[in-house]
């Protein structure tokens, strides 16, 4: 099923918008956390 929509969200443009929004939400909670902004999320 998750595969099924990341084919939907390629097909309809939105995982490249998808991505940018996760990336800078990650990116963000990482700088409060006071993490690695690559650290994998676990």
């Not at 099923?1 to 990482?30: S, W």
Request: proline content about 7%; hydrophobic content about 50%; charged content about 15%.
């Amino acid at each position: 099923m998750i595969i099924k929509l990341f084919i939907i969200n390629e097909l309809c443009g939105l995982n490249q918008l998808d991505h940018r929004i996760n990336n800078a939400i990650f990116t963000v909670t990482a700088a409060v956390l006071g993490l690695h902004p690559r650290q994998p999320r676990p």
